[in-house]
């Protein structure tokens, strides 16, 4: 006998067990004592699982449980004549109705889900965070090296100090702006991923600025913020405006900017005025005396007429 033979005939699935595949009530009572009453539905297949190995499957008649069956693994050992249980499993068919995939919370997670008492860690190597200085390295005070590395800190303060428009407080704001005492600062990848972020909610393709008079960087309701991001960011201070006490870009935009034209108000038309309250009677033909019908001597109407 070949190699390949061999492997041909290990591989393929052994036949069912005749005593395994007959034990069908054996299989039915073990479902119905793991069931409920009654859900247990009736015999639709068996698999052989190896030799001497059977699996027999019930349609499941659980509300909820559309298109599941349950599976009873019956077995029996060489030459004897007993078949014995494995297990008794309830497992989802082709058609079955499953639950969505589960999920990580991490990713599941999205802006707005915490609440108060939620904790949200960060994974050690979080993209958006790097390492900052917290002076936990330093040397201590009665090291020969710290004493070192304080006149090197003092040359080099001294040599900056000397620039123009340079102090030791505003090195001192540039230790704080990097993250001093601080054990992670906000990396460059972090910064980017919030700025898209808001510049997608309150930027300059949004519907708001694009009918806005002015852009916010121009607008006196805008708040600086510290940072590298303030070049690009600030915070709304105008309780009106849609953005109030967010993060909006400077090229965003509103109707609530503080140099916004105001509209003028069209004129009202004056009211109209009665002089009296009396009708005037108007004659269709004027009176005798009012000098508007000249005077004729008698006769001259009788002449006219045999002219």
């Known amino acids: 006998m070949s190699a390949a033979t061999t492997r041909s005939r290990t591989a393929r699935t052994p036949a069912p067990d005749r005593l395994c595949a007959e034990a069908v009530d054996l299989a039915r009572a073990a479902a119905e004592e793991a069931a409920a009453p009654g859900v247990v539905g009736e015999h639709v297949a068996l698999v052989s699982e190896g030799d001497r190995v059977v699996t027999h499957y019930f349609e499941s008649k659980e509300p909820g449980y559309r298109g599941w069956r349950w599976a009873v693994t019956v077995a029996r050992a060489s030459r004897a004549k007993n078949v014995t249980l494995d297990e008794t499993v309830l497992l989802p068919g082709s058609d079955a109705v499953l639950a969505p995939e589960w999920v990580p919370w991490s990713e599941r997670l999205r802006p707005g889900d915490m609440g108060p008492g939620d904790l949200l860690p960060t994974e050690a190597e979080d993209p958006r965070l790097e390492p900052g200085w917290t002076g936990e390295d330093e040397p201590l005070p009665n090291s020969a090296v710290s004493e070192e590395m304080a006149e090197i800190a003092d040359a080099e303060d001294a040599e900056l100090t000397t620039l123009p428009g340079t102090s030791r407080g505003s090195i001192t704001s540039v230790a704080e702006e990097l993250g001093a005492r601080r054990a992670r600062v906000l990396s460059r990848y972090g910064l980017g991923i919030a700025a898209d972020r808001w510049d997608e909610e309150f930027g300059a393709r949004t519907p708001m600025a694009q009918a806005a008079p002015a852009s916010c960087v121009s607008c006196a309701f805008l708040v600086p913020i510290a940072g590298s991001l303030r070049q690009a960011f600030g915070v709304c201070a105008n309780e009106f405006a849609p953005a109030d006490g967010r993060v909006v870009s400077l090229s965003y935009g509103c109707g609530g900017h503080s140099e916004a034209a105001v509209m003028p108000q069209p004129p009202k038309p004056a009211p109209h005025a009665l002089d009296t309250m009396r009708v005037d009677d108007y004659p269709l033909r004027p009176a005798d ?16 007429g045999h002219s």
């Open 289 to 304: 005396d009012s000098g508007s019908v000249p005077s004729q001597p008698d006769g001259s109407t009788e002449d006219l």
